[in-house]
């Protein structure tokens, strides 16, 4: 009777034990990541260190990120073969991200990605001018200190949506011109569905326009290969935001229906940019208004090599989605000497409208005291 009660009791604790360890040890590695400490990747020219991260899944995808601009400098992805591939553009050092060559690659962009008009904008009756590094207008958070630029704070840190990493940049008043200290974060997070998390945060001590982004550059072959023409895209929007001949919206919100623009079945990329490659845009370089309610994680768009089987796909909390095809990519070398040709790749930036501190008929970009700014976007992967 006693023997076979202690048997019982023995074959519980052995059922549990297991799952207790897995759960012991799962702790402790997660906390171990948590705790890591991340490698020097460089030296800024003012003599900062950039530190890079490592995320790695049980499918095989690495993810690397560095301080400077809170960057995707790598993002290596099983194709259908289970081979895998780095997707995403980018170079092998700061002097690389630093130079002329590095058109936003991987960076996070902010306080306000894409254009403002004429960089001038009007707030609680004030008038206030930016830096114009765009033609007449200003691009993506200014000059020097934009935040694809500075050094953020780095850590690695556990989330609910797997190992992840933490940035923090605090952007004092008056920064490349714009009102308000914002204290601006952004997670970066890895599972084993291969979802590559951006949760985008911030806050503010008084008014001021906050668009962040991600920029990264995919081409699905491997970062370097000849073209992404050939990648097949879907976009889940019916509308967009046509512009002037500076990419400047023009107020209009009009249907992609009948236009090259129309993506809500899948296309290839190639197949209808001639005449956008003729006009202003040099390609595709326009905002797409997402179906579906902002604020809600919805499917954005959807990119699918057919040569090596993978296929990324956007989500987003986001109202738009800037599809870049890269135009103004010229060859420049980066990671292990490959090249990036004109129209080698892709960026899908989910984003509020481009110049929406001027349009208040488009959703408010506006961060007030008090609020807090969330925003995400998922890089989700699969091979077939
Ligand atoms: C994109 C923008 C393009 C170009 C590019 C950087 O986000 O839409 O027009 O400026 O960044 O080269």
């Known amino acids: 009777m006693i023997d076979r009660f202690v048997g019982r009791i023995t074959r519980q604790v052995r ?36 530190h890079r991260f490592t995320l790695q899944n049980r499918k095989g995808v690495v993810a690397r990120l560095i301080t400077r601009g809170a960057t995707l400098t790598e993002l290596h992805v099983p194709d259908k073969r289970g081979k895998t591939a780095d997707v995403v553009l ?26 403002i008009a004429k960089g001038r904008f009007t707030l ?5 001018q930016l830096a114009l590094n765009d033609g007449p207008n200003h691009l993506h958070g200014g000059v020097e200190r934009s935040w694809d ?12 949506h797997g190992p992840g990493v933490r940035f923090e940049y605090t952007s004092p008043d008056g920064e490349e011109g714009y009102p308000g200290t914002v204290r601006a974060t952004v997670v970066y ?13 911030a806050e503010t001590d008084a008014p001021t326009p906050v668009n962040m982004t991600n920029h990264s550059y995919f081409n699905l072959q491997g970062a370097g290969a000849p073209t992404v023409l050939d990648h097949v895209l879907t976009i889940d929007a019916d509308y967009y935001t046509p512009t002037d001949e ?10 992609v229906d009948g236009t090259p623009l129309d993506f809500r079945k899948p296309h ?19 905002n797409f208004v997402l179906n579906g309610q902002p604020g809600n994680l919805r499917f954005a768009a959807r990119l699918h090599d057919p040569r090596s089987g993978r296929t990324l796909e956007v989500l987003t909390t986001q109202p738009g989605l800037q599809f870049y095809s890269g135009n103004f990519l010229f060859g420049q ?27 208040p008929e488009f959703p408010s970009i506006i961060l007030k005291p008090g609020q807090r700014y969330h925003e995400v976007c998922v890089y989700r992967f699969r091979a077939e």
């Open 15 to 50: 059922a549990l034990a297991l799952p207790i360890a897995a759960v012991l040890i799962g702790g402790l590695v997660a906390d171990r990541a948590a705790a890591a400490k991340p490698e020097v990747f460089g030296k800024t020219k003012d003599g900062q260190v950039v």
């Open 149 to 160: 630029k500075v050094v953020w704070k780095g850590r690695y840190v556990k989330t609910k």
């Open 90 to 115: 980018g170079f092998d050092t700061v002097a690389g991200y630093e130079s002329k060559d590095n058109q936003y690659f991987g960076c996070t962009v902010g306080r306000v990605c894409n254009r």
């Open 124 to 128: 609680n009756g004030k008038t206030y």
């Open 333 to 359: 070398k980066g990671k292990g000497g490959k090249t990036y040709a004109k129209h080698s790749a892709v960026c899908l930036e989910t984003q509020h409208f481009p110049d929406s501190p001027n349009h």
């Open 246 to 255: 500076t990419l400047i919206p023009t107020g209009e919100i009009a249907p």
């Open 189 to 201: 997070a890895l599972n084993d569905e291969n979802e590559l998390r951006i949760d985008f945060m």
């Open 268 to 286: 290839r990329i190639g197949e209808r940019i001639e005449s956008l490659i003729k006009s202003p845009s040099l390609g595709y370089d326009h």
